[in-house]
């Protein structure tokens, strides 16, 4: 695609609820990021892949947390038993390669409110 | 580990005027990237501006441009002829070249500062 995509775009869930976030990362981008942005914070780091291979996770909070790209492309990023304080904006970013000093494109996110 | 500080929550702007954000940063490497990211309510993060710190020329792109002082770790951005478009959330990020080397301890994540958020008055 043109650009990466995120969906939900809004997710409410009730505490103690699973969700799964999807990001869909440009064509032939080989490196994946999942950042997660708190109310009037910057994004903090999550985990990482390369292609399917998920090499870092050393951001990710909980074992609430997982993500997987099983093959390559479309990320999930999956929460267990949601609690109040994972509400954020959940940001997804890819890149073409990973010796990319340009930065990244990022998707527009899914606000998850937990209530 | 890296941290970046912004410490200016909010700063205004008179339309066609220059503004500076101030970003500072903590780090014992000597290669490393820098970055200023947009992130208008959208929430999309869109690329300003990158500085790649073994390069000693400030990078500029267009309105927009840093002032990098290496031994300072201060990298601020500059934006002149300021226009109502650029209304928005901007944060400044630190990148590991170490990055390119391993993977692991979120060497491959950028840091992220808190923002600083640009109101532009028309």
């Known amino acids: 695609g043109a650009g990466v995509s995120q969906s939900p775009r809004y997710k409410v869930a009730k505490r103690g609820q699973d969700v799964a976030l999807r990001c869909d990362p440009i064509s032939g981008h080989v490196s994946l990021f999942w950042y997660q942005q708190a109310l009037g914070q910057g994004p903090e780091f999550l985990t990482y892949f390369q292609n399917e291979a998920q090499l870092d996770k050393s951001g990710l909070p909980s074992d609430r947390f997982f993500a997987e790209r099983p093959e390559g492309s479309v990320s999930t990023l999956k929460i267990q038993r949601t609690q109040q304080e994972d509400s954020a904006v959940y940001l997804c970013?890819?890149?073409?390669?990973?010796?990319?000093?340009?930065?990244?494109?990022f998707g527009s996110g899914t606000r998850l409110t937990v209530v | 580990a890296q941290t970046v500080t912004q410490s200016q929550p909010e700063m205004s702007v008179q339309e066609a005027e220059t503004v500076t954000l101030s970003c500072t940063y903590d780090?014992?490497?000597?290669?490393?990237?820098l970055f200023w990211y947009k992130q208008p309510p959208s929430r999309q993060m869109i690329l300003v501006i990158r500085?790649?710190?073994?390069?000693?020329q400030n990078a500029t792109e267009n309105r927009f441009s840093v002032n990098f002082q290496k031994a300072a770790k201060s990298f601020s951005l500059k934006i002149s002829d300021s226009q109502l478009g650029d209304a928005a959330m901007y944060f400044c990020?630190?990148?590991?070249?170490?990055?390119?080397?391993?993977?692991?301890?979120?060497?491959?994540?950028?840091?992220f500062g808190k923002g600083t958020h640009l109101i532009i008055q028309p």
């Open positions: 970013a890819s890149s073409l390669i990973r010796r990319d000093s340009y930065g990244y494109t």
């Open positions: 780090t014992s490497e000597s290669d490393y990237y």
């Open positions: 990020a630190y990148r590991s070249a170490l990055a390119l080397m391993y993977s692991g301890g979120g060497a491959d994540g950028l840091t």
């Open positions: 500085q790649e710190a073994y390069k000693q």
